[in-house]
Structures are given as structure tokens and as C-alpha cells.
């Protein structure tokens, strides 16, 4: 079966966990992976984050759509596309994106979703053929609609291969089904797209809603972040 969870209390061990933040931070990852960065170590903390530094890293922190002080990226995908990111390493701190990647550990494999892979996804997935569970990242423990439209997006991707039968897939499929023709305009009143207009960030939240943009999927491995073979 298939199912968008929220609740970090849902059972993930003997499944696949595909952690998404749409907006942004795990299209930012996708994006990174997709132009060469070797490896990505998700962490939660501020000060974790920049203990890599010493180790050759790229850190990059955001917290509440900015990027924090001190760090040499935010969370925006246009810093990932940059030539000279390309064979580096990067640790990477996010408000949501890099805890629901911590909540997703329990699952026998974590995936990294957003729009711009959800096709390389759903392969993956069809081909592992185990139970998944999308884990949305939402906003400081509060629903959003953002992740919840991949989650249907992906649903619709893997009808025919997966029972699409529980509540929270059906109802990430509907609205799904309502928004994809516009999925800009279907966000424009969510708090999320309005946080990252206050920032003056359209371009950013555009190209996140881009679909097959990249076909890397990242998957933990330890620690780290690294291409799916
Ligand atoms: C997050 O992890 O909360 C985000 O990706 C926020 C953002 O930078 O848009």
C-alpha cells in the first residue's frame, strides 16, 4: 500500500520512507545531487551543520525561508546549479525539510521526493515493490498543502502498481487532481508560498514546481545523502 503520512508517530519500519519538502528543502537536495555534489549529510542543528566546515564541506542553513549567518548557502535550488558545486560535499540544515529526513530514519530505506524527481521516484518505488510512506515535512508540525500535492502527484504516478486505499492517499490524490493544472495558483493563498513571496523568491518556488526536471534520487546511506544506482 501507499500512504502520505504526517504524524511521526506512524509505524515506518518495513517500508520505504520518501521525505519531502517541496518548498524547499529537498528540492534544493535533488537539485544539488543532480549537478554533482558528491554527497549530502542532512543535520538538524545549526551548529552540526557548520562542524563540517572543518572537514572540506559546503554548509548551507535556512531558517524561516532565510538563509542563516555565518554559512556559505541557503535553501534556494538556484545556489545547487552553480558550476562549483560540482564534485563537493555538502552539509545542509533546514527549518523542516532536514527534521522529517531525522523522522524518516526508522524505514527500512529513505528516499528524497520532490516535483522535480517524482517520476525517478515512482520507478524506484514500483521496482522495490515495498510499502511506502511519504513523509511531508510540513511547516514546524502544522499540515501543509505543498507536500501533501507530491504526495498525490506520486500517488497518481503509482496507481495500477499500488492500492491506493488509504484515506490520506486518496485525499492527497484529489487534490492533487484539482491543482495540477495550475499548481502556482492552487498554492498562491498557502503560508508557505506566501512566507517565500514576502522573501521575493517566485523563481525559486516556480521551479520547484517543476515536474521530471532530474532523475537522481537520493537515498540515505548512513549519514549521507547519495544517488541512488
Ligand atoms: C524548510 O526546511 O522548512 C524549508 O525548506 C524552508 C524553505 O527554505 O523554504
Known sequence: CFSPELLPLFKLQGKIAVAVDVLRATSSM????????????????LTECMAYKDQGYMVAAE?????????DLGNSPFHYQEEG??????????????QAIRLSR??????IGAFLNVGAVA???????????VVCAGWKGLFNLEDTLFAGALAERLEGDFELNHDATLAAYHLYQT???????????????QRLERLHILPDIEFCLRE???QVVPILQGDFLVPAQ
Open 212 to 214: 521530471d526536471v532530474y
Open 179 to 193: 491543482a495540477k493544472s495550475d499548481l502556482l495558483g492552487f498554492l498562491s493563498k498557502s503560508s508557505h508560498v
Open 85 to 98: 558545486v560540482r564534485g563537493r560535499h555538502l552539509a545542509i540544515t533546514t527549518t523542516n525539510g532536514t
Open 123 to 133: 520507478d524506484y518505488l514500483r521496482k522495490a515493490g515495498k510499502d511506502v510512506v
Open 30 to 45: 535533488v537539485t544539488a545531487l543532480s549537478h554533482g555534489v558528491v554527497h549530502i549529510a542532512p543535520v538538524s542543528e
Open 63 to 71: 531558517r524561516d525561508g532565510v538563509k542563516a549567518e555565518g554559512f
Open 106 to 111: 526508522p524505514a527500512d530505506e529513505v528516499l
